[in-house]
């Protein structure tokens, strides 16, 4: 069975910053899309932040150059480094597997396993 | 970035009837949909993927359809329990993955 536990998530200054983590079990963060998304109060989803399996990153504008997405293969946990944070950084971080795959020359990208979310309050 | 529009921003409906919520894509995004449900307090759940396949474990009273930039994902027969916000995503143009604003199903 697959799981995905955050945790880190809590109230921060503006200008502050806070790591989130993600713990996995039943999937391996190194071999897997593993992505953030958020999601504001009372708002929707919203892309964050995603570590291939290859290593290769990639970020959000909102969010490039202030966040940064790792992994750690001996603890299976995928990380969210978060600097400079801002009022509108305030929200649910989710980690999910991002599933890709190609079929009849269509390449598709999902979200098939969520954890249940750290919240974040940026706030003086 | 490819902007996703749902329309509408919220319905209400009864147990038993049938529902569409359509989702409209910026630009051409071939078959590169997908649709969760999210309800109050949890993450979103996976229920169809490339505009029409149903996830493992979906009851088969949803369904999605389309192909370019129109999808639609229908209910055919309304439970109890279907009553969540609903978001497509597309993920034709990446990065970002992008997400429509979602679509809230009210309990009339």
């Known amino acids: 069975e697959v799981q995905l536990v955050e945790s880190g998530g809590g109230l921060v200054q503006p200008g502050g910053s806070l790591r989130l983590s993600c713990a996995a079990s039943?999937?391996?963060?190194?071999?897997?899309?593993m992505t953030w998304v958020r999601q504001g109060p009372g708002k929707g989803l919203e892309w964050v932040s995603v570590?291939?399996?290859?290593?290769?990153?990639y970020a959000a504008d909102s969010v490039k150059g202030r966040f940064t997405i790792s992994r750690d293969y001996s603890s299976n946990t995928l990380y969210l480094q978060m600097n400079s944070l801002r009022a509108e950084d305030t929200a649910v971080y989710y980690c999910?597997?991002?599933?890709?795959?190609?079929?009849?020359?269509?390449?598709?990208?999902?979200?098939?396993?969520w954890g249940q979310g750290t919240l974040i309050t940026v706030s003086s | 970035d490819i902007q996703m529009t749902q329309s509408p921003s919220s319905l209400s409906a009864s147990v038993g009837d049938r529902v569409t919520i359509t989702c409209r894509a910026s630009?051409?995004?071939?078959?590169?949909l997908n649709w969760y449900q999210q309800k109050p307090g949890k993450p979103p759940k996976l229920l169809i993927f490339?505009?029409?396949s149903l996830h493992s474990g979906v009851p088969s009273r949803f369904s999605g359809s389309g192909y370019g930039t129109d999808f639609t994902l229908t209910i055919s027969n309304v439970h109890a329990e279907d009553f969540a916000t609903y978001y497509c995503?597309?993920?034709?143009?990446?990065?970002?993955?992008?997400f429509g604003q979602g679509t809230r199903l009210e309990i009339k």
């Open positions: 995503q597309q993920s034709y143009s990446t990065p970002p993955l992008t």
């Open positions: 630009q051409s995004i071939n078959m590169n």
């Open positions: 490339s505009s029409s």
């Open positions: 039943g999937l391996s963060v190194e071999s897997n899309y």
């Open positions: 570590i291939h399996n290859d290593g290769r990153t």
């Open positions: 999910a597997r991002e599933l890709c795959y190609d079929s009849n020359a269509n390449y598709n990208c999902y979200f098939d396993y």
